[in-house]
């Protein structure tokens, strides 16, 4: 029961940002009449489903991706429900929040302060849901720039101390992957942006989790190179960008190896 609950909210959710055509283009394989019966009861769903999450992790509806729906608190955080958690049960989810702790913690060690503080935990979903989910708790970041994803880093004209910053940036995501074989996501869109933190410039990684090893083996979608390609590709050139910007500023703000 608890995976038919899991994937009507999962798909209620997907409702509440993806158009009819998207919904009814991802379901070819269906008939046209059941097509439409399901996305039907989908977009019917999105507002309770929406509303009732907010109510169990006490949060106003912000926004939503492909992988979580974020709610704002009045404590100045934002808490990310993972949409492949909802409704499982309790032990799926605690070991997905485990599992998720590990991730994030051992990213905040390397990349500190640029990775965002990330608390994993376990909630009970209302009775209209039923289950489990698991929520992850950030400081709300109100970025000034929101980069479409890691080649806007290098294509951004910033000034030196957004060049220090991306040196530390280049330097802690170096640091992550020599060590643990991760990255963190510079693919998906908007996962980094530029901040002010007490007046000051800074990087920061909003994303939840670092990419582990076995994704960044897997083909993407140009069906050529592994995401751990396209990582690399992109650390490289950012690498270029931050020496041209030290060369051209005349002083060297971080030693990088």
Request: hydrophobic letters at 40%; aromatic letters at 6%; a neutral charge.
């Amino acid at each position: 029961m608890n995976r038919i609950r899991h994937n009507i909210v999962y798909f209620a959710a997907d409702a509440q940002y993806k158009s009819r055509r998207e919904m009814m283009a991802a379901r070819q394989d269906h008939n046209l009449m059941l097509r439409l019966a399901m996305v039907g009861v989908y977009k019917a769903l999105r507002g309770s489903v929406i509303e009732s999450l907010g109510r169990s992790v006490g949060g106003e509806f912000l926004g939503m991706g492909g992988e979580q729906i974020v709610y704002r608190t009045t404590k100045g955080q934002v808490k990310k429900v993972l949409r492949n958690s909802v409704s499982l049960d309790a032990d799926q989810v605690e070991m997905m929040v485990e599992r998720n702790q590990q991730l994030t913690d051992s990213a905040a060690r390397h990349m500190n302060p640029q990775w965002v503080e990330t608390a994993f935990k376990t909630i009970k979903m209302p009775a209209l849901i039923g289950g489990y989910a698991a929520v992850a708790t950030q400081p709300e970041i109100m970025p000034t720039i929101r980069f479409r994803d890691g080649t806007a880093i290098v294509d951004y004209d910033g000034d030196e101390e957004f060049t220090e910053e991306l040196g530390k940036f280049v330097a802690g995501v170096s640091d992550l992957k020599a060590s643990t074989g991760m990255y963190p996501d510079l693919i998906g869109p908007n996962n980094v942006v530029l901040a002010r933190s007490s007046g000051a410039a800074r990087i920061q990684v909003l994303d939840t989790l670092p990419v582990p090893p076995e994704r960044l083996s897997e083909l993407s979608g140009d069906g050529r190179r592994t995401h751990g390609d396209i990582h690399a590709e992109i650390m490289a050139k950012m690498q270029d960008r931050y020496d041209n910007l030290i060369q051209s500023t005349g002083s060297r703000v971080l030693a990088l190896s």
